[in-house]
């Protein structure tokens, strides 16, 4: 009994002691037990953690909700002041075309209270004559949804009539499933009072404008009677030069058409030596005052269309103040032949008086001095005191004698003989008498283009070296003349220098001297340009240049 019962205990400490298999069966379900009431004690923590921070989150997000409504309630009352503020008539609309909304700017231009404007059709605000107007806006916008502009008449209060420019786009979001809209009035009737105002002054403005045209035209059509009747050309230019219009007698004597020349420079007419002339004069009359008659005058030499060259006189008058110029051209070509004529009469006038002089008074003198001499001769022995009173005398009809052939000589000078303008200045240079202490010599240089001259330009240009020489001889005190002839690119230049005393300012500036104005004057004659001015150390220097066309002569 007792051996068995030691046997059972010791078969329940085998299952149930420390170290049976029972126990650590349930040791280990118990772990097993307590990890998962761990595992789930953690799961709620971490939910409950969880719910707290989310709790959180939605404690923030409201409070900024509810900043965000502030701010959109400020921003709706800010917006709702300046809608009702604004200086411009705003109307919202439901689709019927009724008012819903007013702002202060639309009673004030309807003249009536806000709450006598929301609920009427804007239709009653709106004149009569601009009803259709009011109709086809409203239909376009909702046609095509897309913003229309119309100007409108209103009534008001005061039954007075203004005019709006009426601006309106649709509004799908006021009235949810309702088209609504927008609109803007925009009083403008004072601009169109001052647009009919401006309208009337345009038409007053036009009729005065297209009065003044005529009268205009009338005047410029009584002009150009007047500038196409004148025998001289007139044309009028710009500052550079550029020619506006022109009169028939330009066309006529310069043998361009009219719109040939329009349009282009003047300097086209001149040669180019009358072209430096031209500049000069234009220069000197954009001083002139303007409106005064014209003050600017200058000879220059022109170019007809074939060719032939005009000598002209030009007078210059400045027209306003935007630098444009009238220029009348005179047609010298007359003058000249006239001139000529004269120089010829005049020529043939002097060889006439040095013959006269020669055949008679110089063959008397001689024959009184002979006779003079021989009673001289005659009466030595017997009277000594008449003998010297009769020598004398001869000798004063010898000195009357010799200034007698100075005056024959210089009246019929050295002519243009076959042998041309070299011959006739080589000739003019040894005619001087070797008693009178002056030597003057001649000089040639580049004489092919010097012998095509024709016989009146080599007469000119022999009496302006014959008168030089002349004024060397009795007014300078030279002692030695040189005379040089030279032509080269269709340009002949002849000098005469002396070194004598030279020539005062004044003389060069308006040559003042007889003299100086019959070389100036036959210079004119062949269409040159005379230069006298001073030789350096000391003299005179006379220059007369000359622009020689090819094949065609100065007319005249």
């Known amino acids: 009994m007792n051996k068995q019962g030691r046997e059972e205990d010791n078969s329940n400490n085998e299952l149930t002691g420390p170290g049976s298999k029972l126990r650590q069966i349930a040791e280990e379900k118990l772990r097993r037990q307590r990890a998962a009431e761990g595992k789930e004690h953690e799961q709620?923590?971490?939910?409950?953690?969880?719910?707290?921070?989310?709790?959180?989150?939605?404690?923030?997000?409201?409070?900024?909700?509810?900043?965000?409504?502030?701010?959109?309630?400020?921003?709706?009352?800010?917006?709702?002041?300046?809608?009702?503020?604004?200086?411009?008539?705003?109307?919202?609309?439901?689709?019927?075309?009724?008012?819903?909304?007013?702002?202060?700017?639309?009673?004030?231009?309807?003249?009536?209270?806000?709450?006598?404007?929301?609920?009427?059709?804007?239709?009653?605000?709106?004149?009569?004559?601009?009803?259709?107007?009011?109709?086809?806006?409203?239909?376009?916008?909702?046609?095509?949804?897309?913003?229309?502009?119309?100007?409108?008449?209103?009534?008001?209060?005061?039954?007075?009539?203004?005019?709006?420019?009426?601006?309106?786009?649709?509004?799908?979001?006021?009235?949810?499933?309702?088209?609504?809209?927008?609109?803007?009035?925009?009083?403008?009737?004072?601009?169109?009072?001052?647009?009919?105002?401006?309208?009337?002054?345009?038409?007053?403005?036009?009729?005065?404008?297209?009065?003044?045209?005529?009268?205009?035209?009338?005047?410029?059509?009584?002009?150009?009677?007047?500038?196409?009747?004148?025998?001289?050309?007139?044309?009028?230019?710009?500052?550079?030069?550029?020619?506006?219009?022109?009169?028939?007698?330009?066309?006529?004597?310069?043998?361009?058409?009219?719109?040939?020349?329009?349009?282009?420079?003047?300097?086209?007419?001149?040669?180019?030596?009358?072209?430096?002339?031209?500049?000069?004069?234009?220069?000197?009359?954009?001083?002139?005052?303007?409106?005064?008659?014209?003050?600017?005058?200058?000879?220059?030499?022109?170019?007809?269309?074939?060719?032939?060259?005009?000598?002209?006189?030009?007078?210059?008058?400045?027209?306003?103040?935007?630098?444009?110029?009238?220029?009348?051209?005179?047609?010298?070509?007359?003058?000249?032949?006239?001139?000529?004529?004269?120089?010829?009469?005049?020529?043939?006038?002097?060889?006439?008086?040095?013959?006269?002089?020669?055949?008679s008074l110089g063959q008397e003198l001689a024959a009184m001095s002979l006779d003079t001499r021989v009673i001289s001769e005659e009466m030595a022995e017997t009277n000594k005191d008449a003998a010297s009173k009769f020598r004398e005398f001869s000798e004063k009809l010898q000195r009357c004698i010799s200034q007698l052939r100075n005056i024959i000589f210089d009246l019929a000078p050295i002519d243009v003989s076959d042998g041309g303008l070299v011959d006739a200045l080589e000739a003019l240079a040894r005619s001087i008498p070797p008693q009178e202490g002056v030597e003057c010599i001649f000089h040639l240089s580049h004489s092919e283009p010097v012998m095509g001259l024709d016989r009146e330009t080599e007469i000119q240009l022999l009496r302006i070296a014959q008168e030089a020489v002349h004024n060397a001889r009795k007014h300078s005190k030279a002692k030695q003349i040189v005379v040089s002839l030279s032509g080269k690119q269709g340009r002949i230049e002849l000098q005469v220098i002396d070194d004598g005393q030279g020539v005062s300012k004044a003389k060069q500036a308006g040559y003042s001297g007889q003299g100086l104005r019959i070389m100036q004057y036959r210079c004119g004659l062949v269409g040159g340009d005379l230069k006298i001015t001073n030789f350096h150390p000391h003299g005179t220097k006379v220059v007369c240049r000359l622009e020689r066309p090819p094949d065609h002569k100065i007319h005249g």
Request: charge should be negative.
């Open 44 to 359: 709620l923590d971490t939910l409950v953690e969880e719910l707290s921070v989310h709790k959180l989150e939605l404690e923030v997000q409201n409070e900024e909700l509810r900043h965000i409504q502030r701010d959109l309630q400020a921003a709706r009352d800010r917006y709702a002041a300046l809608y009702d503020r604004a200086p411009v008539a705003f109307l919202t609309l439901s689709t019927r075309g009724d008012i819903l909304t007013c702002n202060r700017a639309g009673a004030k231009l309807f003249e009536v209270p806000v709450q006598n404007i929301i609920g009427h059709p804007i239709h009653d605000f709106v004149t009569p004559d601009s009803q259709d107007d009011l109709h086809l806006h409203h239909y376009g916008l909702v046609k095509s949804s897309t913003r229309q502009v119309t100007e409108l008449k209103i009534k008001t209060k005061g039954r007075e009539t203004k005019t709006v420019l009426l601006e309106s786009e649709l509004d799908r979001k006021l009235n949810p499933g309702e088209l609504s809209w927008f609109a803007s009035l925009t009083d403008i009737s004072a601009q169109k009072r001052l647009e009919s105002e401006l309208f009337t002054l345009n038409q007053e403005l036009e009729e005065r404008v297209q009065l003044r045209a005529k009268q205009y035209l009338a005047s410029r059509q009584e002009i150009m009677a007047v500038l196409n009747a004148a025998a001289d050309p007139i044309v009028s230019i710009d500052g550079e030069g550029m020619i506006h219009s022109l009169n028939r007698a330009t066309s006529r004597i310069f043998g361009y058409a009219e719109d040939e020349l329009i349009g282009t420079s003047l300097l086209k007419l001149f040669t180019e030596s009358g072209a430096m002339i031209f500049r000069n004069a234009l220069a000197d009359c954009a001083e002139e005052t303007v409106g005064q008659a014209p003050n600017v005058r200058r000879e220059s030499l022109c170019m007809h269309k074939s060719g032939e060259r005009i000598p002209v006189e030009m007078a210059l008058a400045r027209v306003d103040e935007e630098d444009n110029f009238t220029v009348s051209f005179r047609d010298l070509r007359e003058k000249r032949h006239l001139e000529w004529e004269v120089m010829q009469i005049a020529e043939d006038e002097r060889s006439r008086i040095s013959r006269e002089l020669h055949d």
